[in-house]
């Protein structure tokens, strides 16, 4: 009576209803189908994500560049740009500041006002950043660079994320430029560097 009863009730229903579910297998194989796909695109994702750290920290550091070099070729003051550990600073004058110390020291007038002028290391992430020197000196009035008073010149700046590189160069008259070192995997838009 109870098999008489249950196919009352099939018949009542619609056929979707009649095989509601899934098996185990139908499930595993759903698992398995995402995990190979999980598997491939993660890493793709990863490598994607360092590649823009990269190119949004790379120019960051540029538009700091640029910034101080403006305001040498403005003020017409020589500006001095400390590249420590992770970090860089800018201050009128040819001593560089200690950009590591959250640097009051690391300062510019604008308008009348002193505005700090740090790129501290939370704002270039993850992002490695090595500098053939230890600073630089914007002269006025055409903003050209010189090495600090009792420093080596920092005329090239390189970051790394993952495995992709890029280099901050700076020429003899201030001009930054953003390259590819030579043994650095292609990113688009960008040419490698000339030395």
Do not use: N
Request: positive net charge.
């Amino acid at each position: 009576m109870a098999s008489r009863r249950h196919q009352h009730y099939q018949a009542r229903l619609p056929a979707s209803f009649r095989c509601a579910g899934l098996t185990l297998l139908e499930l595993m194989i759903a698992v398995t189908v995402l995990s190979v796909v999980l598997a491939i695109t993660v890493p793709s994702f990863r490598d994607y994500s360092d590649k823009k750290a990269l190119q949004r920290g790379a120019e960051t550091v540029a538009g700091f560049l640029e910034r101080a070099r403006g305001h040498a070729r403005a003020g017409q003051v020589p500006v001095a740009v400390a590249v420590g550990a992770q970090c860089l600073g800018a201050r009128v004058g040819s001593a560089p500041c200690d950009c590591s110390d959250s640097a009051a020291s690391c300062t510019l007038t604008e308008a009348g006002t002193a505005v700090q002028a740090l790129l501290a290391p939370a704002e270039l992430g993850t992002l490695s950043l090595e500098a053939a020197g230890d600073g630089l000196v914007f002269q006025q009035p055409r903003g050209a660079v010189v090495a600090p008073a009792g420093g080596t010149l920092a005329s090239s700046m390189t970051l790394a994320a993952g495995r992709w590189t890029l280099r901050v160069d700076l020429s003899g008259l201030g001009a930054v430029q953003l390259c590819l070192p030579a043994d650095a995997p292609v990113i688009g838009g960008y040419g490698r560097c000339l030395s």
